[in-house]
């Protein structure tokens, strides 16, 4: 097949949405299908760029800065991103490809109006992978009301619902917020579970050993730190447990909360917490290599529901994990069946304390079999792309 896969994210960043998709596009490659990648670039002084990373052909159209700035413009930029991406493909010598599918990858809700002018374009069908459930995580966690800003959302929402033939959601919890979406003829709705590929330990720039950390046993969150995760609830953890010369916490990472949880560590003069910027994909099994357990935060007042990409890369590193989640949250279930760590649905830091705690008694050579071998059954790229394939060829 001739697949067009859109996105906002792809390597050189960092995030672990582009490393999926990057995971993804190169498995695709492997069983035989051709694959480019097309994705905004605020960087490009030039309306589009045409390059091969690491084997996959990727499209890079220039379009508006939507990261690391304002609100607003930040809005405005993920507004034209369709017209970005029309107007980029359109400019380059891709645009008579007749695709044979065009998938996409949310979040962004943004781009429903160019995958339906693909999809009208080409005759071919369409496979929404879908990682996020925006607006209503917001308006779960207070960020938004009902109000206009949210009715301004809602519509773009379903533009980007309307475009797909089929929608791959990442949790069983996840199936019903689309009920109505898949009564209707023509579309298909699944569980698309997470995926990454194997990767090998080819060192850290970070070394635990040289940082105030050392010779401690490291809860490690790596990843972004925003609204979304609560990340105020490890510090408190931390706090609690600053007697314990044997236990540190290592932050690494971006987001809009960085700034304040610095502060908010300085303030309590935590020694035990260590924060460091994001590094490369590439260093995460090195960085994951020095460490013990693996954070999972997810703000409680969460009520759409998903299974974090960091999970997947805690369990690939053989991890047990400690996981602040949503009510109802598949991975809670997941996590207790598999006995890979502790799941944890609450506000007192003295109850997530103590599963900390036990999460610090697990075998650690039993625990990390136990992890590995979830990551290969359920997480595999080779299996997410032979399920996007078939449900593409029905």
């Not at 980007?160 to 709705?189: C, E, M, N, T």
């Not at 330990?201 to 635990?208: H, L, M, R, T």
């Amino acid at each position: 097949m001739r697949i067009a896969l859109i996105a906002d994210v792809y390597p050189p960043m960092r995030s672990s949405g582009a490393v999926q998709l990057r995971d993804l596009s190169q498995e695709f490659l492997r069983q035989g299908h051709d694959m480019t990648v097309i994705v905004p670039d605020a960087g490009l002084d030039c309306p589009w760029k045409l390059d091969r990373l690491e084997g996959v052909e990727v499209l890079r159209v220039k379009a508006m800065q939507t990261r690391d700035t304002g609100y607003v413009r930040r809005t405005l930029g993920e507004l034209l991103l369709s017209h970005f991406v029309r107007r980029g493909l359109t400019a380059s010598t891709l645009r008579d490809v007749k695709w044979d599918a065009v998938i996409w990858y949310s979040p962004t809700i943004f781009f429903g109006s160019v995958v339906a002018w693909l999809k009208k374009k080409a005759g071919c069908p369409s496979y929404l992978i879908i990682r996020d459930i925006f607006p209503e995580w917001a308006v779960d966690l207070g960020l938004m009301g009902r109000g206009a800003v949210y009715r301004f959302f809602k519509y773009f929402e379903q533009i980007q619902y309307s475009a797909a033939d089929i929608i791959g959601v990442q949790s069983h919890a996840g199936l019903p917020y689309f009920k109505a979406w898949a009564g209707l003829p023509g579309r298909r709705l699944e569980v698309l579970q997470n995926w990454l590929a194997p990767a090998t330990n080819a060192g850290c720039s970070f070394q635990v050993s040289s940082s105030p950390l050392a010779g401690r046993r490291i809860f490690v969150y790596a990843g972004n730190m925003g609204a979304a995760q609560g990340m105020d609830m490890v510090l408190g953890l931390a706090e609690g447990m600053q007697a314990r010369s044997d236990i540190g916490f290592l932050f690494v990472g971006r987001g809009s909360d960085v700034a304040r949880l610095k502060a908010l560590a300085a303030e309590k003069a935590l020694t035990n917490v260590v924060f460091h910027d994001e590094i490369e994909p590439r260093e995460v099994p090195g960085l994951l290599a020095q460490c013990h357990v693996g954070l999972v935060m997810l703000d409680p007042r969460h009520k759409t529901h998903n299974v974090p990409g960091k999970f997947l890369t805690y369990m690939q590193a053989g991890l047990p994990v400690l996981a602040r989640i949503n009510a109802g949250n598949d991975l809670a279930e997941l996590i207790a069946q598999e006995q890979v760590g502790e799941a944890y649905v609450g506000d007192s830091v003295a109850e997530f304390q103590a599963l900390a705690e036990a999460v610090c008694e697990l075998d650690p050579v039993a625990t990390a079999n136990r992890a590995t071998a979830l990551s290969d059954r359920l997480y595999s790229s080779r299996a997410a792309v032979e399920q996007i394939v078939r449900a593409l060829s029905r």
